[in-house]
T-cell receptor, first 115, second 115 residues
Framework: DAKTTQPPSMDCAEGRAANLPCNHSTISGNEYVYWYRQIHSQGPQYIIHGLKNNETNEMASLIITEDRKSSTLILPHATLRDTAVYYC????????????????FGTGTRLQVTL | NAGVTQTPKFQVLKTGQSMTLQCAQD?????MSWYRQDPGMGLRLIHYSVGAGITDQGEVPNGYNVSRSTTEDFPLRLLSAAPSQTSVYFC??????????????FGQGTRLTVV
């Protein structure tokens, strides 16, 4: 799986958009970009994933550059409850081959949302 | 919805002892995995399974055994506990594929201390 690079920490004021960058310059054509977050010491929570098109769900938006070498997770209106470590993961997903979809976690970005 | 349930939540072992960490999911997911997380680090894959009767090693398998006799359960066995195995252990499950509803769900973790 391709390696990702994220800033170790970021701050964001409550109510503002939080933009979390991720560099994955060695990504290959069959690798997806996934985002998870881990609040305090809980189990990681899935946020969103995409291949090459921008994606949006009720939690966040994912913007992937045209060359797919980087992406940005956007939390449109950050709240104190969004304070967490955010992991950007790039992985190959094999369909119908019996190969597990394994997640390779880096150290992530620690997002601190403040009043 | 129970999701992924891990037991116990906390455990203290003496060096050399063996024990089994339990993981159960009620979502009929084919894929299940075990990760460990050391302080300040991301999660690292120990073992994974693509279905009942099929398991494989992840990044850090030494000192651990797994089996998958049913779809629901994926226990992790520590054969002879060592202080280096002090960590937080997370179990995850998912469906295969890349579309919607294929994200990994994580349990709340088992905090293991080996003295």
């Amino acid at each position: 799986d391709a390696k990702t690079t994220q800033p170790p920490s970021m701050d964001c004021a409550e109510g503002r958009a939080a933009n979390l960058p991720c560099n994955h310059s060695t990504i290959s054509g069959n690798e997806y970009v996934y985002w998870y977050r881990q609040i305090h010491s809980q189990g990681p929570q899935y946020i969103i994933h995409g291949l090459k098109n921008n994606e949006t769900n009720e939690m966040a938006s994912l913007i992937i550059t045209e060359d797919r070498k980087s992406s940005t997770l956007i939390l449109p209106h950050a709240t104190l409850r969004d304070t967490a470590v955010y992991y950007c993961i790039v992985r190959v997903v094999f369909i119908n081959t019996g190969t597990a979809s394994k997640l390779t976690f880096g150290t992530g970005t620690r997002l601190q949302v403040t009043l | 919805n129970a999701g992924v349930t891990q037991t116990p939540k906390f455990q203290v072992l003496k060096t050399g002892q063996s024990m089994t960490l339990q993981c159960a999911q009620d979502m009929n997911h084919e894929y299940m995995s075990w990760y460990r997380q050391d302080p300040g680090m991301g999660l690292r894959l120990i073992h994974y399974s693509v279905g009942a009767g099929i398991t494989d090693q992840g990044e850090v398998p030494n000192g651990y055994n797994v089996s998958r006799s049913t779809t629901e359960d994926f226990p992790l066995r520590l054969l002879s506990a060592a202080p280096s195995q002090t960590s937080v252990y997370f179990c995850a499950s998912s469906k295969p594929g890349t579309g919607a509803n294929t994200e990994a769900f994580f349990g709340q973790g088992t905090r293991l201390t080996v003295v």
